[in-house]
């Protein structure tokens, strides 16, 4: 029950995060206290919502889904009525994940005190069946959540490859690690200046794609001599022709289900499933 492990650190490193943060996390289900290292990152504003994987795990999701996908209802075209039902659903799951998966390391977290103090309760009197079931029922539930904390990992790391049942949370952590470090933007090199910090970052960032993409007094290039093959009449009758529903339903069905069609979020799994509502 002793927690062996410790992080040795240098004064560079101190100097270098010196708001970095040691937590000694509980035991739970496996023999060893883990250590948790957090250093305070600095805040780039809101992140955009994605559709989680995990949710489907949850009792009650599909139904809840369900509901509210008949319970919305928007007048308009075909595309404008699709976009406002994902637009609107996106923040009622909002709400419900806030409820059901928003916070799922510290629930398993007040899961693993309980078991400890079950467990400590065990060692000083005989525990009773009612009590011995019950963390039977915890560490269940600690497996559980779990999962779904997995899946969460999975989603974040935007990895491909996941087996049934393995946590594997070692990949997954460096995985999504990996992947902030490469997406991170430190600082931008403007002018032969370094530009650091949040605030001068952005705006750096805001401030150069108008001046890069203003129009310079200079004669623009022109298609105007350029000979461009063309198709028949006959042949470009078909580039006109609508859409049927099977050819829709085809082409997404033929996408992956954790694909996002664009920067909104919503990924072709939640279409394929609320095609069934």
Not at 132 to 161: D, F, M, P, Y
Not at 165 to 186: E, L, T
Not at 200 to 223: C, D, G, K, L, Y
Request: hydrophobic residues 40%.
């Amino acid at each position: 029950m002793s927690c062996l492990d410790q992080f040795l650190i240098s004064e560079e490193w101190s100097l270098l995060w010196p708001n970095c943060i040691q937590v000694a996390q509980l035991r739970g289900l496996s023999d060893h206290c883990p250590l948790f290292l957090s250093v305070d990152e600095e805040n780039w504003g809101p992140r955009p919502t994605h559709f989680l994987k995990c949710w489907s795990d949850i009792p009650g999701y599909n139904q809840f889904v369900a509901d509210k996908w008949k319970a919305i209802q928007v007048d308009g075209w075909g595309g404008f009525v699709l976009k406002e039902k994902f637009k609107l659903i996106k923040g009622a799951l909002k709400e419900w994940h806030e409820a059901h998966a928003r916070n799922l390391p510290a629930t398993i977290a007040s899961l693993k005190k309980s078991v400890v103090t079950l467990e400590c309760k065990g060692e000083v009197e005989d525990l009773s069946e009612a009590k011995c079931a019950e963390i039977l029922g915890v560490s269940e539930n600690i497996h559980t959540l779990s999962r779904l904390n997995t899946s969460l990992c999975w989603k974040q790391s935007r990895n491909q490859w996941l087996r049934e049942g393995d946590a594997n949370s070692k990949f997954f952590h460096s995985a999504m690690s990996s992947r902030r470090r490469r997406n991170a933007i430190r600082y931008v090199l403007v002018d032969g200046v370094l530009i650091e910090g949040v605030e001068s970052v952005q705006n750096a960032i805001f401030t150069h794609f108008p001046q890069h993409f203003r129009a310079q007094n200079m004669e623009r290039p022109s298609v105007s001599n350029l000979h461009f093959c063309s198709l028949a009449l006959a042949g470009g009758g078909g580039l006109i022709k609508p859409f049927s529903l099977d050819e829709v339903k085809a082409a997404v069905w033929d996408c992956d289900c954790f694909k996002s069609p664009g920067p909104d979020g919503v990924n072709f799994g939640f279409i394929k499933d609320s095609g069934r509502y």
